[in-house]
């Protein structure tokens, strides 16, 4: 196989590196251990950040947040809620710091608008009567997988490749350059070899574990964020706590549903990070502070995601450390056409797709401008079912009694599960309830998959997409893999809904014999 | 509330149940006043229909029982903790023989090996270990075991249920099956169709005899017709006859997920039992409190819509499940007994609730929580007495015990329910 460049890592970086390449009229092939946004772009905020929370600690951060969210509300409007934000302190929260604010934004460049106490309350019923400070700023939610999905659709369709589940093995290096990149399906173990002009390390916090495959290290910092999904949305805005970055600061919108976290976790690498009970617990006391209906609603799952972080200075606090992007030219490390782009924010993918584009197309030799800043995001019919409340809509209004719902609390029908499916099966993509659990919003919902795991396999077998006891196999791995965000949200209503996931998959099925 | 019902009565059930039903029958059939109050909805929609006792012990091991009875003494004596213990071998068997009885005199029949455990195929192509099982699924067992050529047959528009899906995970073990979807949409009315309006449909005789022309040509040497456990609301063993009379081969139900037909099926015969036998169940009621003084509890305040009643009587049977049923809640820190805030057994921290691994052999620590028993079922204090003199508790709210794992749901349901009206009775003299 061969192609121009080779993108190692299909998250918001490198389906964002496709899309821009795609565009630029360059081919490529994205090649993905996982699924698309398997690591941080699929366990974040989903917050498209004005930049005012950097404003204090990383300034050119908060510019390049400022800059970035306010061109993708208009290149992206299908993955951006619009929502605004406030920045609010309450009583014992740093008064510096709180004076400081709207200084610092000022200096960036940053809209913020003080409130008054009574208007935020207003606006946002569900603050903490107690603020004692309110600022309104232009922070929005961004839907980070209907993001990556769209971008690798868009440069699927001007021809770019993506491997999924398919794991780089191994580099043929012909003195300076990478002569081929070898990769492994991890169904089937197929191997293939790639020959490819250029190389781009767009695996994310895993960038660290492709350079050792070339036997170069690069000084990454694993930073493990977790945090937690509330069953209904709590606020309109995304609501930040006003001071510095600390744990539980920020609530933010994700649709249907409040995203409420994060916390941030030194790790020693980035595999297997986990929510913790203790995290949970954490992130339920600070951000409780801000939103007081936090200690007594309903969570349906937690997750964490591992930031890359990237920094010289290993010992600093993980807050500090610069949120911004690194686009690395190995051409010093002896390598002339491999370039590792990683660190950065969801916020700046653009950006960050952007610089390492411009950077291979001169090593091209190619004189094609970014279009990226001009061209809006194409949707498209398979790639918007991860959008919360969209099949509800769809579903209701065409009433098709041949259409029944897999999933009954997102209510996803069969219609979308076919659409996803559709795009899914000519591309012999990896086809389990996970793929379809991360282009849909089944199980995602406050049964958390007990149902519509079930239906979905039903309908992978009727569709004959599944064969032999697969879909037992296939309900333990995924109902196993959903547990590790369940277990620490394990009390109330939400214990009482895994009692009867497990009295109908111990009990009824008895998968765990 | 109803004017009918009798305000001071010899029993109050609380939980309506398999445990609660299962304790009302045993107050009534003994000649107890009884009311029955709800404590939430009706769980029963989540009875797969089959009456489990005890299939797997040790559970670390995964040790499957073929004969529970076995499977009991030696439970009992690993675990003389597990409400098993306390009850011992004769009084189980009593419990479940009248439980059946019951149940056959109701109008639904239960069957099951003389000693033996059953082995029924499930929706999902997997094999449930169990005791008793609806007379409409036990051809499926039977089947199963002779390894029958079968057929088995689904409903375009059912989506809890794929035919090709059980025969195909099956497939390895009960060669000879054959599955086929058949076009059903047009019977069924509605734009999302659950199990309950499948059943609702098949109800019409007219429905059944067009279900039995369109499986007949597929027959094809099949011995036997499986079909989801959708077969009318009431009267399934009719229908099934019915069936079989069209097709000449047996027809057997195959337990789904929930809504599941069976459970309702069992909840409406058990209900209509009991009321032709006097036992007043509070419809739509539900247990908000329970009046003490001192060690004794004297009245249960139950709430129907916006009405309120205090109702006495000499004993108190709690039945009210666990967290989804109501009778157990947790908070980030600890789990409480909700009507009388009872001592609840439970591990120390959250942390040891649930294990890093869903499908753990072992089972989670926190499905052993729950309110610890003397040997008259009544729930014991911090210092080991009982809470109460005249309270009883039954069911899953009782420690020692994860039901779901163990395969014991209905046995621990049922002889609890048998043991505390005992020991009621007893007490009273």
């Known amino acids: 196989m061969e192609t121009q460049v080779l993108i190692i890592g299909a998250g918001v970086t490198g389906t964002g590196l496709a899309r821009d390449l795609a565009l630029r009229g360059v081919d490529c092939i994205v090649v993905e251990s996982k699924d698309i946004n398997a690591g941080a772009s699929g366990a974040n905020h989903g917050l498209l950040h004005s930049g005012a929370r950097y404003v204090s600690n990383d300034p050119f951060s908060a510019q390049e ?164 999904v509330t069953q209904r949305r709590l606020t309109r805005k995304v609501i930040n706590r006003l001071r510095r970055p600390s744990d539980g600061d920020i609530v933010a919108p994700g649709g249907t549903v409040s995203l409420v976290g994060s916390t941030s976790e030194r790790l020693r ?130 009433q098709n009694p041949d259409d029944p719902l897999l999933c009954e609390c997102e209510m996803v029908p069969l219609s979308a599960v076919d659409q996803i499916l559709d795009r899914l099966e000519p591309r012999r993509e990896n086809i389990d309830l996970s793929a379809i659990n991360l282009r849909s919003r089944v199980g995602k919902g406050s049964c958390q998959g007990t149902f519509c795991s079930f239906r979905t396999c039903c309908h992978l077998y009727e569709r004959g997409l599944f064969h032999s006891d697969e879909g037992v196999n296939q309900l333990k791995r995924f109902l196993g893999k959903r547990w590790h965000g369940l277990r620490p949200v394990l009390w109330g209503a939400q214990l009482a809904q895994e009692e009867l996931q497990e009295a109908i998959h111990c009990g009824l099925f008895g998968l765990e014999t | 509330m109803a004017e009918n019902i009798e305000k001071k009565v010899d029993l109050i059930v609380i939980g309506a149940g398999l445990a609660g039903m299962a304790a009302t029958i045993f107050a009534v059939e003994n000649g107890l006043t009884t009311i029955q109050v709800g404590s939430s909805v009706g769980e029963m929609l989540f009875a797969s229909g089959a009456l489990d006792l005890l299939g797997i012990h040790p ?66 192509g997997t094999i449930k270990i169990t005791y008793r099982v609806p007379q409409t699924m036990w051809p499926g067992v039977t089947g199963f075991k002779q390894k029958l050529p079968a057929l088995i047959v689904d409903f375009q528009g059912m989506k809890d249920f794929s035919a090709r899906q059980m025969v195909e995970t099956l497939g390895s073990r009960w060669p000879g099956l054959r599955s086929r979807r058949l076009d059903f949409t047009r019977q069924v009315p509605g734009v999302d169709r659950d199990n309950a309006l499948m059943a609702e449909a098949l109800n019409s005789q007219e429905v059944r005899t067009d ?172 210092d080991g007495r009982s809470a109460f003199e005249n309270l009883f508790a039954v069911g899953s709210v009782l420690a020692h015990q994860d039901w779901m794992r163990m395969k014991c749901g209905a046995g621990l349901a049922i002889s609890t329910a048998y043991g505390a009206v005992q020991s009621f009775i007893h007490r009273r003299g």
Not at chain 1, 88 to 110: K, M, S, T, W
Not at chain 1, 284 to 312: F, I
Not at chain 1, 352 to 375: F, I, N
Not at chain 2, 96 to 117: I, K, T
């Open chain 1, 65 to 228: 947040c400022h800059v970035e969210s306010q061109l993708l509300k208009k290149m992206a409007p299908n993955c951006i809620e619009d929502t605004g934000g406030l920045f609010v302190a309450v009583a014992g929260d740093d008064e510096a710091y709180v004076a400081e604010f709207p200084r610092l934004c000022e200096q960036n460049g940053i809209s913020a608008r003080m409130l008054d106490r009574q208007v935020a309350l207003e606006l946002e019923p569900a603050l903490c009567e107690d603020i004692v400070a309110a600022y309104q700023v232009e922070d929005a939610s961004i839907n980070p997988f209907r993001l990556s999905l769209e971008n690798m659709a868009e440069a699927e369709t001007l021809g770019s490749r993506l491997f999924t589940h398919t794991e780089v093995t191994g580099f043929l290096r012909n003195g300076s350059r990478i002569q081929a990149v070898r990769m492994r399906q991890h169904q089937g173990g197929k191997e293939t070899v790639v020959e490819a002009a250029q190389v781009v390390n767009a695996a994310g916090a895993w960038a660290g574990e492709v350079a050792k495959l070339l036997d170069l290290e690069l000084p990454m910092i694993y930073s493990k964020g977790s945090l937690l």
């Open chain 1, 269 to 398: 690498s980035p595999f297997s990070s986990r929510p913790t009970i203790e995290e949970v617990d954490r992130i339920v006391t600070e951000a409780g502070q801000m939103v007081p209906v936090l200690a007594n609603t309903r969570y349906v799952r937690a997750y964490a995601g591992v930031r890359p972080l990237v920094s010289a200075n290993t010992k600093s606090n993980d807050r500090a450390i610069s949120r911004g992007f690194v686009v690395l030219d190995h051409e010093a490390d002896g390598i002339s056409n491999l370039i590792t782009v990683t660190g950065g924010k969801l916020t700046t993918f653009r950006l960050m797709a952007e610089k390492a584009a411009d950077l291979v197309c001169s090593r091209l030799g190619l004189k094609a401008p970014c279009r990226t800043r001009q061209v809006p995001l194409a949707s498209s019919e398979t790639t918007q079912w991860t959008e919360p409340g969209l099949s509800p809509r769809v579903w209701l209004k065409k």
């Open chain 2, 211 to 382: 279900l039995a022309g369109a499986i007949r040509p597929l027959l094809q040497g099949a011995e036997l017709v499986g079909i989801p456990a959708v077969l009318g609301l009431r009267e399934s063993e009719a229908f099934a006859a019915d069936l079989e009379g069209q097709l000449g081969v047996p027809v057997f139900e195959i337990p789904t997920m929930p809504p599941s037909v069976p459970g309702i099926r069992l909840k409406e015969a058990m209900e209509q039992a009991l009321r032709s036998r006097g036992a007043n169940l509070v419809a739509g009621g539900r247990a908000v409190s329970v009046n003490t003084e001192r060690r004794c509890c004297v009245g249960v305040v139950v709430q129907q819509g916006a009405y309120q009643e205090t109702l006495e009587a000499e004993g108190i049977v709690l039945a009210t499940g666990r967290f989804l049923g109501g009778g157990l809640d947790a908070s980030r820190t600890v789990i409480r007994e909700t009507l009388l805030d009872l001592q609840v057994h439970q591990p120390e921290r959250r942390e040891a609730w649930h294990r890093p691994h869903f499908l753990d052999p072992r089972g989670h620590p926190v499905n052993r929580a729950g309110l610890e028993v003397d040997e008259l079922f009544r729930p014991v204090g911090s």
């Open chain 2, 59 to 124: 559970v670390e091991q995964q040790k499957e029982w073929l004969d529970p009875w076995a499977g009991v003494s030696t439970l009992s004596r690993d675990c003389p903790k597990h409400p098993y213990a306390l009850l011992g071998l004769e009084s189980i068997r009593r419990a479940m023989d009248q439980f059946v009885d019951f149940l056959e005199n109701a109008g639904l029949s239960y069957r099951g090996w003389p000693e033996g455990n059953a082995l029924l195929p499930t929706c999902a």
